[in-house]
């Protein structure tokens, strides 16, 4: 029913959306139609367009087609800063055997574009109009949208222009602001934010993508990602921890799955608008899918019987050259290849797996072969594709629209009430209470899995006779809780870490975050090649970025660590590569 909900609120914001199209386009083209301007738009259009673009910052665009966006033809998206995130820890696949050579800093660019000429240069558009109209809920979206744009920002490039950002014509060449600074001003915007949904004389946006304009769980939000952001930087702020646990005492944030904070994709449509989950858009199309699903995640949720494999992965076919039929040049050229020597010694999984589970190792960079109604896909949670109920049928070929799952209705997870339970845990076992961080382990896998599970019904030719049983649910849980608490040191670390990754699938945000933050798991399959080069402690700044501004200098190298990132640099950091 939530579902449901959201999904018909999304369809009069495609609508909205296009009548502000129309009218921006129509009524001076002499103005860039792309974005919105002051005088020919209101806080309300403004604050649906933030709301999107929030969205793709995340997760990315459908095609990377600047015709195929699904505002006003505006930015051309490429991935999003979630899918980078999933590929540095194998829970996507990686294409390249150099780190430096895969994150080249124009690989950046849209992301950045986007932040900083799409959410930010639209709010600070809106603001003085909301202002003048009292429209404080207004406010407080765009508020807790900024404070998450630029925490992310700081996360994954370091310092960035930001107090003198989006300030042209007054300033072009912006200075760098710390990250720790940039994250004060975070937590600043969320405090403002919660007084601003807490405002009742304010009128509220006519769509509101997130709560339904629900401004009791916008601040239950707003708090969540302040525990994040403490979190973040435990390593460096002894205040840090007291401050997450001061807001976990006022039990006013995100404790029930009822109340997570994900964007819903409505996947009504494949034009344009195209409103789809992005990797359903990449992946269930004519020729196949376009993404490899990582060998590391498979293997690991295959060998320890995790209940979600059939929600999170579709398969085409049950036969992997080399495993059930003979090894294949064509199809799969490193079936009849000698794994790398550090992945015998290491004991890591190379090239194939069984039962159908066609995906690539990590750094795996062969060119593409006709495999594409082969390969193991996105599957119901949380792209919106198809449970896999051993039907095996390509993607490419469905016999009607809807044998292809859900079409994309998925979501984006950003703040769950899963993913706190997880933070609970890691912050316990660093402090070296692991009975307590074995609870929280077992609460947030519970609800998580719970969470992944009722996308079943997103897919309406699902078999539900291969669901798993609960009893099975309950042994994996049991089981993996029961290996935690005999486990001690690393390999606590490891289990918690393993989990985090699993149940973060659809969120690189945060597994990129936890791996630089922690260390952990140690037991990542390595790069196919021995020596990638230093693994991505942030990324280059963009390209744009550095050539039209003179107050950025390019990194020296993707080494360099964010401010809350206190974890030994260099081979100490565990299977950094």
Request: one cysteine or more; a negative charge; aromatic letters at 12%.
């Amino acid at each position: 029913m939530k579902i449901r909900s959201k999904h018909i609120a999304m369809s009069l914001f495609t609508g909205l959306l296009m009548m502000t199209s129309c009218e921006v386009t129509e009524l001076d083209i002499t103005n860039d139609p792309n974005f919105l301007t002051p005088d020919l738009a209101a806080p309300d259009f403004f604050i649906t367009s933030i709301q999107e673009d929030f969205a793709r910052q995340l997760d990315g665009d459908v095609s990377g087609d600047p015709n195929d966006n699904f505002v006003t033809g505006g930015f051309q998206f490429g991935d999003g800063l979630s899918p980078l995130g999933m590929e540095l820890t194998r829970v996507m696949q990686m294409s390249s055997r150099d780190y430096e050579s895969t994150y080249q800093d124009s690989d950046v660019d849209d992301e950045w574009d986007n932040a900083y000429r799409g959410i930010l240069f639209d709010i600070r558009l809106m603001t003085p109009l909301a202002e003048e109209a009292g429209q404080t809920r207004h406010l407080g979206i765009a508020q807790f949208i900024e404070a998450y744009t630029i925490s992310s920002l700081v996360d994954f490039f370091g310092d960035i222009p930001y107090t003198e950002a989006v300030q042209a014509p007054e300033i072009v060449n912006a200075t760098l602001d710390s990250g720790a600074s940039v994250y004060e001003a975070a937590l600043a915007l969320l405090d403002q934010a919660i007084i601003n949904f807490t405002n009742t004389a304010s009128t509220n946006p006519p769509v509101e993508l997130f709560y339904g304009n629900d401004y009791t769980k916008w601040v239950k939000a707003a708090n969540t990602l302040k525990m994040k952001l403490y979190l973040q930087t435990r390593l460096v702020d002894p205040g840090a921890i007291d401050a997450f646990n001061a807001i976990v005492n006022s039990g006013d944030y995100i404790t029930d799955t009822a109340d997570d904070f994900d964007f819903v994709w409505p996947g009504t449509s494949a034009a344009q608008p195209d409103n789809r989950h992005p990797r359903y858009g990449l992946n269930y199309v004519s020729n196949g899918p376009g993404d490899y699903a990582s060998n590391w995640l498979m293997n690991k949720m295959q060998t320890t019987n995790d209940p979600r494999i059939r929600y999170y992965f579709y398969r085409q076919t049950n036969e992997v050259p080399g495993q059930e039929i003979p090894a294949d040049e064509q199809t799969l050229r490193c079936s009849l290849q000698t794994p790398p020597l550090h992945y015998t010694t290491g004991g890591f999984t190379f090239c194939n797996l069984p039962n159908g589970y066609w995906g690539r190792d990590h750094g795996d960079d062969e060119g593409a072969p006709p495999d594409g109604p082969k390969r193991t896909t996105w599957g119901v949670y949380p792209a919106g594709g198809r449970f896999d109920d051993d039907s095996f049928s390509p993607v490419s070929q469905p016999t009607d629209p809807l044998s292809n799952g859900g079409l994309g209705a998925g979501i984006t997870p950003i703040l769950n009430a899963f993913m706190v339970d997880f933070w609970k845990a890691e912050i316990e076992l660093a402090q070296g209470n692991a009975g307590l961080a074995q609870g929280f382990l077992e609460a947030g896998i519970t609800k998580q899995i719970a969470k992944a599970r009722s996308f079943v019904s997103v897919d309406p030719n699902a078999d539900l006779s291969f669901e798993p049983l609960s009893s099975d649910v309950t042994d994996f849980i049991n089981g993996v809780v029961a290996d935690f608490g005999s486990a001690t040191g690393d390999d606590q670390w490891n289990i918690l870490a393993e989990s985090y990754f699993v149940a973060h699938y659809g969120n690189g945000i945060e597994t990129y975050n936890f791996y630089r933050r922690t260390g952990f798991p140690n037991s990542l399959q390595p790069n196919r090649e021995l020596d990638p080069g230093s693994f991505p402690r942030s990324m280059f700044y963009p390209n744009q970025a550095v050539t039209s501004n003179s107050n950025i200098t390019q990194k020296a190298n993707l080494a360099v660590q964010v401010f809350w990132d206190n974890n030994p640099a260099g081979p100490s950091f565990p299977n950094s590569n």
